[in-house]
């Protein structure tokens, strides 16, 4: 299941004198430094699971559990995360021997690597094993491949460890979570796909791979791997700012959009954005970026005046806030659904300006009342402002779809959104936005605020506070109140930015 914690080593007769597990083979295929610091430091801050890895735990684990519901009756060999590996795999011999048809999370251990599968089911004399994934099986044929590749090597490990340990492997699926599957006919909500043939190339590498792993695990310190696309690929490397923060600031690798230029331009001897002239950044903002830094000034185009005509009062300042659930939980959502659960309106040039929020409680579904408070919160707003539309727009759009009798209203304020960030990345440039144009980095550079002072501080911990607000069984009525009382400080900093920011622009004009 995706999203395992870390491990601390286990002893074995391996040459590293230690069994690698499924974990520590895919981060030592990625990158030999990553694993050793993984497998030698295992206590390292960079591994505690953050609130939002535990968000993913919570919902791997409700998948899982849909998942073995699905499959019928089997032998959970491992229920719970406290299972010692050594009894997993006995269990899992003993269930064997029996004739078991159907087990859930068997383990094996050969060659110097543990796994656990998810789910196996008797074939003959072989078995079918199954990888279950945590996300969404892509809708479009073009994303489907990549998908695959993803996850091929997650279950070859788990064949070749098998097959190690002479259990006969006659078919590998990877299964997904469906797209079409909607709450609350969750009958639908997996489906599989055969990944045998690919995984027998996968196999075939793996021996020779962690034998390479082993031996490089015996040295005390750690390889030297320069950084490069796996820090990023498929997701940031928990160890990418000790790895990266020897970089100075104004790196050619901060150019805006252009990781590979930068990389080409770093390899040409240009390291830094002050070597650059403007005809090396391959698109205007990045032009402006050159120019600003090398300079040491803040970049205002003349256009700026003209597109901030956009904002027309009254306006309604907008920003939400959501909560990705794999298992749906709310009528019409499918699997993964980002929902809209909160909200912050700051209103400028009414009568009443006043901050109108809304933020769901646990229990029933919050998408009805959210969308009555939204729409009277809009209400009258020539313009409503947010920063980057296709996000606000896009749950605007699936609100309108789940309750089509507000459609009207929905669009209705969809239709009069006037996107704050292209403004400001087509027309200024400060050196402190160090190539993001995110709130977080234009914010401080251009005015006096910040989100230092919050307890949560960005969009993750946000979304991760929220599904701990809702469906954490655990927190009591004070933990609830404080929790509420962040994120509400949270989402209205959010709009409050918005405020400081338009005001600061008409300033620079
Ligand atoms: S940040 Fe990059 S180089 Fe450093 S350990 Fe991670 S993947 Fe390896």
């Known amino acids: 299941m995706d999203g395992e914690p870390a491990r601390a080593a286990q002893e074995s007769g391996a040459p590293s004198g230690a069994t690698l597990d499924k974990r520590d083979v895919l981060s030592g295929l990625r990158c030999h430094q990553k694993l050793w610091f993984e497998f030698h430091e295992a206590y390292a801050p960079e591994l505690v699971p953050d609130a939002e890895a535990e968000m ?111 259990v006969p492997i006659a078919r590998a699926n990877l299964m997904y979570l469906n797209p079409e599957c909607r709450h609350p006919d969750l009958s639908n909500l997996f489906t599989s796909v055969d990944v045998t043939a690919r995984t027998a190339p996968v196999v075939l590498a793996l021996p020779a791979a962690v034998r390479t792993m082993h031996a490089m695990l015996r040295d005390a310190e ?52 002050s070597d650059l002239s403007a005809s090396d950044a391959p698109n205007a903002p990045a032009k402006r970026q050159v120019r600003a830094v090398t300079t040491g000034t803040r970049i205002v185009e003349p256009g700026l005046a003209n597109a901030l005509t956009a904002i027309a009062r009254p306006i309604a300042y907008l920003d939400f806030e959501t909560v990705q659930l794999a298992v749906p939980r709310w009528p019409g959502c499918g699997p993964q659904a980002m929902v809209t659960v909160q909200f912050s309106v700051h209103r400028e040039g009414f009568a009443d300006d006043t901050t109108r929020q809304y933020l769901a409680r646990r229990g029933s579904d919050p998408r009805p009342q959210l969308i009555t408070e939204l729409i009277d919160a809009c209400a009258g707003a020539a313009c ?63 005015v006096d605020l910040d989100y230092s002072d919050l307890v949560i501080q960005d969009g993750g911990a946000a979304t991760a506070g929220i599904y701990r607000l809702l469906f954490d069984q655990g927190l009591d009525a004070d933990a609830q109140a404080a929790l509420r009382t962040d994120l509400l400080a949270y989402c209205h900093r959010d709009t409050e930015a918005m405020v400081k920011l338009v005001a600061k622009l008409k300033e620079l004009m």
């Open 222 to 273: 750690p390889p030297k791997v320069s950084v490069g696309d796996q820090c990023t690929d498929p997701d940031e490397c928990p160890f990418h700012a000790r790895c990266h923060d020897t970089l100075p600031d104004h790196h050619v690798s901060e150019l805006y959009y252009a990781k590979k230029q930068a990389r080409t331009l770093a390899a040409e001897g240009k390291t830094m954005i």
């Open 56 to 166: 993913r735990f919570a919902e791997g684990h409700l998948v899982g559990a849909r998942a073995r519901l699905a499959m019928g009756d089997g032998v959970h060999l491992a229920p719970g995360r406290e299972v010692a590996q050594i009894e997993v795999v006995k269990r899992t011999a003993e269930a064997m021997e029996r004739g078991e048809r159907l087990l859930f999370e068997p383990g094996f251990t050969a060659a110097g690597a543990s796994v656990r599968a998810d789910i196996m089911a008797r074939d003959g004399d072989a078995w079918v094993m199954t990888e279950v994934k945590s996300s969404k099986w892509p809708e479009k044929d073009r994303d489907r491949e990549k998908k695959v590749a993803l996850h091929l090597t997650d279950i070859a490990v788990q064949r070749w460890v098998a097959g190690e340990a002479k």
């Open 384 to 446: 409503v402002v947010v920063y980057y539309e296709a996000f606000e727009k896009a749950r605007i759009r699936e609100l309108a779809d789940w309750f089509p009798e507000h459609a009207s209203a929905l669009m209705d304020i969809s239709d009069r959104i006037v996107d704050l960030l292209p403004i400001v990345r087509d027309h200024v440039y400060d050196p402190e936005f160090h190539g993001s144009f995110s709130l977080k980095k234009v914010l401080p550079a251009l």
